[in-house]
């Protein structure tokens, strides 16, 4: 389902791919990304296995180096704790798939995992003295008996409820709707490494089990433990608060009657196998805990306020020890788990992420870390921008990291001093002034004038101006230095002052390239209500520089103009895409799938082509699903380019027919193009999730 983008899509000039390959798209980075929640070998402690959009990735040397295993949606389980080929990974499907060679070739065992469990790795533990024996925590309801856990004793092979005592309860017993909570965490009594004695032990007793239901103790929830392999299940909140809602488990491996639980009203430890529990320190709000496996007097903790916690003491007393500039992220929930692994031969290693910035590793216990990102392309792209000055220098817009700059071609990249955890959601040089560029940000226009050096956030609107929509279409005067707009304002001398059109919040800006007094704008218009929406959008036209617009050339229903493209070498010719109103530009949202045969859709969603000028528009068709497709720009010799279900798509003929682009190389969608003005076969592509990609296109193509 298309959403309303605001990228500007700008020209990357002057670069030659790497060994001369065609038709190969080739990933530039940067490195990093949204990284979920890794799982460790047990028995090979260097050796780790994480997911990021659908993608597995492996590290064999403690996250020295990640290696794409090329998998599609496949998000990791667990590794079996004896023998390390074993893995376990599910699809958003609740297809359970089974590798028996480390990762590089997966099979279904069964029918998959029963219910609404989803991949998640928190709710799926293998018994480590029979590796046959798995659990798996999903969504619960009244018809799979509350608590919805599940048990495998084949390997995955066939699934049986195993929730005899979990309750089914509701996070919010007022409301209407049945009871639909979900197992928030299993664990397990662990088996020590290395202790052949331990486990001869515990192999001789049923494994002790650990659930977290996702409801408060006093509505029913709260921690409930199994004795007897998941046969029936006991409540063991002795000690723990009403309000408490547990988000994570964790189990000392040194010692099983020592374990914890944190959620909303803090952390709390029992030392007597969950039959009571006492408060450990004066922390809230924490979603993920690991202990130290060396250690157990060595506690972390994920708190939403202050980042990574630590405490030496079993929970007595805690410090920050985030990753710099980690503590203090505008968007903290972003950074979603921390794991600690046994080291060899000193300390244990603590590695955190989650947060788009990538995988962060202490070797010292939290005192320092490094971003051990290295092989890892897994970052969401905005937008793309090349110094006209300088074309090796490159600037992505990354989600939640901000800004990164190349200089040298995209080979390499760093972090831009714009403030942490700004989105940068489109990017324009100034070619008339060398070094100069303008990023939009969610919370603001920012200038440099050094090429990304330093930047400034310009104060774009006068005190008191309406600024409700959080994301501004942002177009920059190609002939004209210094000329620049930003939603509805305009400045002509870089920023230092401006003034307000006559046009309320565009959604869309584009120039004339050949003629910098014609304008495009895309607008909206719409009375606000709470059950039903009514609006409509369209595109005006200006001649003389935005002071003045004619009329909606157009209007549709129900829809948002999104983007706008002028081609460079007609102006007569422009592209409107249409998609659903953004909830942020404070309409009511449609929701759902469009039906591809109403009057609506037919009317009013999808690309559009004017060769007038704007006077008329027709819609084209695009390859696939109606309601998949994304306008990625016009290349400097007028070649239209599109996203669709076929994947990219290319016209030469205005978008009355279309060529798909090649795919290989390319892991993720597109979300952003960048055009080499010198050569119409040399592409840059932001994806969201996959970094940028550089592609040379054979002549022919």
Sequence with gaps: MPRLLFIVLLSVAGFTQAGGQVNVWIPRGPEGGGIGRPVIDPQNPGTIYASVGGRLYQTTDAAGHWNDLGIPSVTILAVDPRNSSTLYGANNNNTLYKSTDGGLTWSKPGPGL??????????????????STLYAGCQGTNLNGGGGLFKSTDGGGTWNAASSGLPAVQAFPTEPWPPNVRVNALAIDPVHPGSRGALRHR????????????????????????????????????????SLFINA???????????????????????????????????????????????????????????????????????????????????????????????????????????????????????????????????????????????????????????????????????????PGVYVFALANDPQEPGTVYAQGQNGLYKSIDGGASWVQLPVAPAGTDLAAPVFPLAVDTRNPGTVYWGGFKSTDGGASWAKLALLRPTALAIDPQDSGTLYAGTIAGELA???LSISSGVRKSVDGGRSWSGVNTAWQSYGVSSLTVDP??????????????????????????????????????????????????????????????????????????????????SMDGGATWNALPTAGLSCGVSVLAFDPQNPNHLFAGTGGGGVFEITLEQDE
């Design 249 to 419: 488990v964790a189990v000392d491996p040194q010692n099983p009657n020592t374990l914890y639980v944190a959620g909303n009203t803090g952390v709390f430890r029992s030392t007597d196998g969950a039959a009571s529990w006492t408060r450990a320190g004066n922390v809230f709000n924490v979603w993920n805990l690991a202990i130290d496996p060396l250690d157990s007097g060595s506690v972390y903790a994920l708190n939403l306020d202050r980042g990574i916690l630590k405490s030496t003491d079993g929970g007595g007393s805690w410090s920050v020890v985030s990753p710099e500039g980690t503590a203090s992220d505008p968007y903290p929930w972003l950074v979603g788990w921390l794991v600690v692994a046994p080291g060899e031969g000193g300390p244990s290693t603590v590695y955190a992420g989650g947060n788009a910035r990538g995988v962060f590793k202490s070797l010292d216990r939290g005192s320092t870390w490094t971003l051990a990102n290295s092989g890892l392309f897994a970052t969401w792209i905005y937008s793309l921008a090349i110094d006209p000055q300088n074309p090796h220098t490159v600037y992505a817009g990354v989600y939640v990291v901000g800004l990164y700059r190349s200089t040298d071609g995209a080979v390499s990249w760093s972090a831009e001093p714009i403030p």
């Design 530 to 532: 709470t059950t039903v």
């Design 114 to 131: 029963p219910g609404p469990c989803g991949p998640r790795s928190s709710s799926f533990v293998i018994d480590p003295s029979n590796t």
């Design 569 to 650: 070498t007609n102006s007569s010719v422009v592209y409107a895409q249409t998609g659903p109103v953004d909830c942020s530009m404070s309409y009511v949202c449609n929701s759902g799938y469009w039906d591809p045969n109403s009057d609506e859709a037919k009317k009013g969603l999808g690309l559009f082509r004017s060769a007038d000028g704007g006077a008329t528009w027709v819609k084209l068709d695009l390859p696939g699903d109606p309601f998949q497709f994304q306008l990625l720009g016009v290349d400097p010799q007028g070649t239209l380019y599109a996203g669709a279900t076929a994947g990219l798509v290319r």
């Design 203 to 242: 192999m001789a007793r049923e494994r002790t089990l650990y659930a977290a239901i996702g409801a408060n103790v006093s509505y029913g929830g709260g921690l409930f433990q199994s004795t007897n392999g998941a046969a029936s299940w006991n409540a063991v909140n002795s000690g723990l608060p009403d």
